[in-house]
């Protein structure tokens, strides 16, 4: 006679697997379709990219940065070239001061356009992806028309930028902020407005205030979560404290109010971008920099507010033209710590689904 | 009432479904990229005065240039080699170039068939398209 | 009209007539050969039309224009498609039960020929009038979950054993909303047979008495086909392909084919039982009527698919028994109700 019995499903999800983003790989534990341990493994896109900065010069590695989290390169080559100049002690023109928000918040809204698209796709959502795919478009097309490159746009120099926007990038700007909320209506009229959408996020993967201070968990995540932090209003770098703008925060703590929270984000960074073309200065885009860049010795952390959660450069120069270390704090890579924890308990398809709503980039998460 | 955004959602896509396309026929008709966009890089030999700041400034050892000493002990471009299996086009070499010699150029179709065909030899390509690169 | 009406009649008569006696068993074999030739062609044809326009829909709901390569706006896309599958190594992964994991294609290949061979196309056309056509329809088509979960248990991978052990949980939730959906136009008709359901359907078709049952089949339908959004079986995002993941070749082509046939099924008895068949104004011959009407339910069921996101399958289980079966048993109920006091009207008039 057969003996009965039951055991788990123990399922190798990635780093080749539909769902996951880039090559992240999770070992999951099913019983049946209950998600009962999760090992995450990360690695799979590591490139050493801390190791190479020790062999390039400073302005060498802005490049690199593109790499980390390529949804909104800006971002990085910010948070970067503050760093550098902090160390420096370097003072930027005005002009390059307001171009650098600008161009910092449109990567903020591509790089949440992207994760409602991929969002959207990890809960079968496929013409929402479409959607907000073609409205980022128009957003890569004012970082080409201005930077060169519409991925890893690699626009920001220590000192300012690589360029002034050419004269078309400023009604092409103006056109796409004006036509921005009739886009988020159709985001919310074909995603978030859809019962099944709701029915899949609301109340699923359930992040407690508590636990997300704990893991230090940054960025939309931790907003949704009910913690009012934002490292633009808790620590203003570059003109940031200029600005009138709120804070997004939800309380509901779960993958709704994460996907929704990114939707708010994108009408906060759309105010920004408008009071910045609003304020703008003429002048130079670059400061006065020599050729080579040699830091004085000391070492430098800074922090900014990239639209995964936090990012931070810690950099320690000996006064050689290349730094003599240089450590990336990123956002997504510490926030993956959620996943193993919240996801417990949930549907394979939620697990998906949560997973989804920490918009890993696995650039970020591996370096 | 549920099931409002159901329908909100299949409207959206009824509505779409209606309106004309927004993709571009890619090989029948080019995209119009701008000026500045760093697909290739072009040489102009002439301008050229191997001062060798576009290799000191590529983070990636791209670039490798020779030059000989001419008449009047100016020196002459002897060969230019770019190996573009590690350049990230990131720009930095054609922003370096103090007379505008090396430049950036919209013509975007890179594939290749052998990995040999990554060493661009910078002086053949611009004699080849005759200072036509560009209008890709 | 009336020559195009009777065109396929004309035509059987015509072969009929070659033999002597034109009822004799040759007359019929032959017949019952040619109608099994034409339900395959069918079949193969509908695929062919509905993968197109399936990225066509697809292609324009999000601003594309679809396949557009090939022909005229790519309409030989698919054909290029299947002989490229044609050309496929085929591969049976380690570890696989045989002949389970051979025969699992061929099975649901071959139940929407079953189940298409009883659909009346036109008056007097269809190839096996069944008495019992409704039963015998749905419980052939039950079977295409069976032929899932050999897929999936056969494959020897932990992903398409899920995609089959969902294919069954959803068959359980669903068949049952969907037989009784259809119970209230038995309860009208009095009848099993499809072609004398289409005919009592001459004035009004059912979808105008029965709206609630036309709702619950309609996404009863959609789930009993595994699209979205109940498409939990081939959900990419969460297990690949289901239990298609390890196929390869002409036998992913063959399951292809029969989620394409099944969905023809399945659009065929909705336009059969709500929609009057091929009843219509005599503009078109019946079977063009049908078609259309098939067309318009293949239409839906795509145009929801690209709209909406995926449903949770304890969502889709607690839609099924919560919602949509009480749903139909009230359906039964006001049927039941609504033939009872017409009777008593017509008594006490007539």
């Not at chain 1, 999951?28 to 990219?49: A, M, N, S």
């Not at chain 3, 009346?120 to 979960?149: R, W």
């Amino acid at each position: 006679m057969a003996v009965e019995r039951t055991e788990e499903l123990i399922l190798n999800m990635g780093p080749q697997h539909p769902s996951m983003h880039g090559v992240f790989r999770m070992v999951v534990h099913f019983d049946g379709e209950i998600v009962t341990k999760i090992e995450p493994k990360v690695g799979y896109l590591h490139r050493g990219l801390e190791k190479l900065a020790e062999s390039r010069t400073y302005p060498q590695f802005i490049p690199y940065t593109d790499r980390l989290d390529y949804l909104a390169s800006p971002h990085n080559n910010l948070a970067y070239v503050l760093t550098v100049e902090k160390l420096m002690g370097l003072q930027i023109p005005e002009r390059a001061e307001y171009l650098r928000v600008i161009f910092a918040e449109l990567a903020r809204i591509a790089s949440h356009l992207v994760f409602i698209a991929s969002m959207a796709l990890d809960i079968a959502g496929w013409t929402a992806w479409a959607y907000c795919f073609r409205d980022r478009e128009r957003i890569l097309d004012l970082f080409e028309m201005t930077a060169g490159s519409r991925l890893t746009v690699n626009i920001m120099r220590i000192g300012g930028l690589s360029g002034e926007p050419p004269t078309e990038f400023w009604p092409a700007l103006k056109s796409f902020l004006d036509d921005l909320p009739e886009m988020l209506e159709e985001y919310f009229g074909i995603f978030y407005g859809n019962e099944i959408t709701q029915a899949r996020l609301k109340g699923i993967g359930i992040l407690s205030k508590e636990l997300a201070e704990n893991l230090s968990i940054t960025g939309p995540v931790l907003r949704a979560s009910g913690v009012n932090y934002d490292v633009r209003k808790a620590e203003p770098y570059g003109i940031y404290d200029r600005f009138d703008f709120n804070v997004p925060v939800r309380y509901g703590c779960d993958s709704y109010d994460r996907t929704l929270l990114r939707l708010d984000e994108i009408i906060e960074s759309a105010k920004i971008i408008r009071q910045a073309m609003r304020d703008i200065p003429e002048g130079s885009v670059m400061a006065k920099v020599s050729k080579v860049i040699k830091p004085p010795v000391g070492e430098v952390y800074h922090r900014v507010e990239n639209p995964k959660g936090e990012l931070g450069f810690y950099i320690v120069s000996d006064g050689s033209p290349k730094p003599a270390r240089l450590r990336i704090r990123s956002g997504t890579f510490i926030n993956i710590q959620m996943l193993p924890i919240v996801a417990l308990g949930w549907k394979m398809q939620d697990l998906v689904a949560i997973f989804a709503t920490l918009d890993a980039v696995l650039g970020e998460v591996d370096k | 009432m549920f099931g409002k955004g159901l329908f909100t959602g299949l409207g959206i896509t009824l509505k779409r479904m209606l309106q004309p396309n927004i993709t571009e026929f890619y090989p029948e008709e080019m995209p119009k990229l701008p000026p500045r966009t760093r697909s290739s890089m072009g040489l102009d030999p002439d301008k050229c005065i191997s001062c060798n700041m576009c290799a000191n400034a590529c983070p990636n050892k791209v670039i490798s240039l020779t030059s000989e000493k001419g008449e009047s002990n100016k020196k002459v471009l002897k060969t230019y080699q770019m190996n573009v299996g590690r350049c990230l086009f990131c720009g930095l070499c054609t922003e370096a170039c103090p007379t505008g010699a090396l430049h950036v150029t919209q013509q975007f179709e890179n594939a290749i068939y052998e990995a040999d065909e990554l060493k661009w030899d910078m002086i053949q390509r611009a004699r080849k398209s005759g200072g036509k690169e560009g209008q890709a | 009209m009336d020559a195009l009406n009777q065109l396929p009649l004309s035509i059987a008569a015509a072969i009929r007539s070659l033999f002597g006696d034109s009822h004799s068993i040759w007359a019929d074999l032959t017949m019952d050969v040619i109608n099994i030739i034409l339900v395959i062609v069918l079949i193969v044809l509908a695929a062919l039309i509905l993968i197109l326009l399936e990225r066509k829909i697809a292609g324009w709901t999000s601003q594309r224009p679809g396949p557009n390569r090939l022909g005229p706006h790519g309409w030989f896309q698919t054909i290029a498609d299947a002989l490229k599958l044609l050309g496929k190594e085929d591969v049976t992964p380690a570890g696989a039960d045989k002949f389970i994991f051979k025969i699992a294609p061929m099975i649901l290949f071959a139940l929407p020929m079953m189940t298409l061979a009883v659909i009346p196309y036109g008056k007097g056309m269809s190839p096996i009038d069944l008495d019992l056509g409704i039963v015998y329809f749905l419980a052939v088509s039950a079977v295409s979950t069976l032929s899932l979960l050999m897929a999936g248990w056969s494959s020897n991978n932990k992903y398409s054993m899920l995609g089959g052990m969902r294919a069954v949980a959803q068959m359980i939730s669903y068949e049952i909303p969907l037989i009784f959906s259809l119970l209230g136009v038995v309860m009208i008709t009095q009848t099993f047979s499809l072609s004398k359901i289409v005919e009592a359907q001459s004035t009004v078709p059912f979808v105008v008495l029965q709206p609630l049952a036309f709702v619950i089949y309609l996404i009863a339908g959609i789930a009993e086909v595994n699209r979205a959004p109940f498409d939990l079986v081939e959900a990419d995002q969460e297990v690949v392909a289901g239990p298609f993941t390890e196929y390869t070749g002409l036998r992913w082509g063959l399951f292809f084919l029969g989620e394409y046939g099944n969905m023809t099924a399945v659009a065929a008895l909705t336009a059969t039982v709500f929609l009057g068949g091929w009843q219509g104004p005599a503009i078109l011959p019946g079977y063009a009527w049908f078609f259309l009407k098939v067309g318009i339910i293949i239409f839906f069921q795509m145009w929801v698919r690209w709209t909406f996101p995926r449903i949770r399958i304890d969502h889709l289980m607690g839609l099924a028994w919560k919602v949509l079966l009480p749903l139909s048993i009230l359906n039964i109920l006001l049927t039941g109700l609504g033939i009872y006091i017409y009777d008593l009207v017509l008594r006490i008039g007539g």
